[in-house]
């Protein structure tokens, strides 16, 4: 496609240098006589395609459908010959004579207001200006297929981005669920630690309480004992 286009771009420069030069040399009409001319390099233009397209029905062996076209040249010769009408009575007939140029957007090979059908039909129907219609028409579809291939990518790439974000979503989200998970069982085994050292405490007051009131049940034994003996120590001694 790059090949094509710099062929066809390079084409294209000498059409708009060959429109330059004759803008230049050409003597300058009306624009109401200039578009008088332009519709007869249009008529001119439709008699030479029909006639190069009637002479490969021919050469091909389809007489019938040459015949038809040919049945067409007929009526646009009838047109383009009351345009040259309009034309002629539009400007001095001195002026008339002159070759009236135009280029073709094809091919840029130069055209002439009154060239015969055999020129015309020489000229649509040559293998420079099929050629490069032919072209034309290949760079297009490569355009075409170039924009399609393009657009399938954008759409391939868009995909991948849109898979790759959701997998982050579902990253993310496994990786929040998973911290939920760690915190959850840490608190949960905060919450047994807890549980337990306040269990330990508990046992550990509960044994201090009964050592103390043990140590205050021996003491009170102790000091009942002692009471006691010193009684009877009193008693024998009055006795």
Not at 47 to 59: D, N, R, S, V
Not at 104 to 128: I, M, P, Q, T, W
Request: net charge positive.
């Amino acid at each position: 496609m790059d090949h094509l286009e710099s062929f066809i771009a390079e084409c294209d420069r000498r059409t708009e240098l060959a429109k330059k030069r004759l803008a230049e040399t050409q003597e300058e009409i009306s624009a109401e006589v200039s578009a008088k001319a332009e519709k007869v390099h249009e008529l001119n233009e439709e008699i030479g395609k029909l006639l190069a397209k009637a002479e490969q029905l021919g050469a091909e062996g389809n007489v019938d459908e040459s015949q038809k076209i040919l049945m067409e040249v007929e009526k646009v010769r009838a047109k383009k010959k009351e345009a040259e009408e309009e034309y002629r009575n539009s400007m001095p007939a001195s002026s008339f004579q002159q070759q009236k140029l135009r280029v073709c957007e094809v091919c840029s090979a130069y055209l002439g207001l009154h060239d015969n059908d055999r020129r015309l039909a020489d000229h649509f129907g040559g293998k420079l200006h099929l050629g490069f219609i032919q072209i034309r028409e290949k760079l297009d579809q490569l355009r075409k297929t170039v924009a399609e291939k393009q657009e399938k990518r954008n759409q391939d790439r868009l995909r991948r981005r849109e898979e790759r974000e959701r997998e982050e979503r579902l990253s993310r989200r496994s990786g929040s669920r998973t911290r939920d998970r760690r915190r959850s069982r840490s608190r949960d085994r905060r919450r047994r630690r807890s549980r337990s050292t306040s269990r330990e405490r508990r046992k550990s007051s509960r044994s201090r309480s009964r050592d103390r009131h043990r140590r205050h049940r021996s003491r009170s034994r102790s000091h009942s004992r002692g009471h006691r003996r010193a009684s009877r120590d009193r008693s024998a001694k009055y006795k």
